[in-house]
C-alpha cells in the first residue's frame, strides 16, 4: 500500500511562485510513475506534469509549459513541481498520484488504472 501526500500549497500573488512536493510512503517509490493534477472549482480534472519512475521523462501541460518543472528525488520519495510565473487560472486543488507502469504521456492524459491519490493542496493565485 502506498500513502501519498502534497504539500507546498499556498496564497501567492501573480507571478509569484510556489513548490509542491508529493511525498510518499513506500520501500518501491522508484517504481511509480508520478503525476501531479490539479481541479479549479467547476472544472475537470487536468494533468499538470508526470515525471517517469527514474525521472528521465517528463511531460506537462501545454497551460505550463515554461513556467512549471517537475523532478525527482528518488532517495527522499519525494516529487517536486516547482511552479513559477504563476497566473490566478492557476488557481485549484492540487492532487498528486501514484502508478506502476504508465507513460508520463498516458498518465498526464488521465489514462488511469487505480492510481494511488493525496488529499490535495489548495493553492491560490491572487492579490
Known amino acids: 500500500q502506498l500513502q501519498v501526500v502534497e504539500s507546498g500549497g499556498g496564497l501567492v500573488q501573480p507571478g509569484g511562485s510556489l513548490r509542491l512536493s508529493c511525498s510518499a510512503s513506500?520501500?518501491?517509490?522508484?517504481?511509480?510513475?508520478i503525476g501531479w493534477f490539479r481541479q479549479a472549482p467547476g472544472k475537470e480534472r487536468e494533468g499538470v506534469s508526470c515525471?517517469?519512475?527514474?525521472?528521465?521523462?517528463?511531460d506537462y501541460a501545454d497551460s505550463v509549459k515554461g513556467r512549471f518543472t517537475i523532478s525527482r528525488d528518488n532517495a527522499k520519495n519525494t516529487v517536486y513541481l516547482q511552479m513559477n510565473s504563476l497566473k490566478p487560472d492557476d488557481t485549484a486543488v492540487y492532487y498528486c498520484?501514484?502508478?506502476?507502469?504508465?507513460?508520463?504521456?498516458?498518465?498526464?492524459?488521465?489514462?488511469?488504472?487505480?492510481?494511488?491519490w493525496g488529499p490535495g493542496t489548495q493553492v491560490t493565485v491572487g492579490s
Open positions: 513506500a520501500f518501491t517509490f522508484d517504481y511509480y510513475t
Open positions: 515525471i517517469s519512475h527514474n525521472g528521465g521523462t517528463t
Open positions: 498520484a501514484a502508478q506502476r507502469a504508465i507513460s508520463t504521456q498516458d498518465m498526464c492524459a488521465g489514462r488511469l488504472r487505480r492510481p494511488y
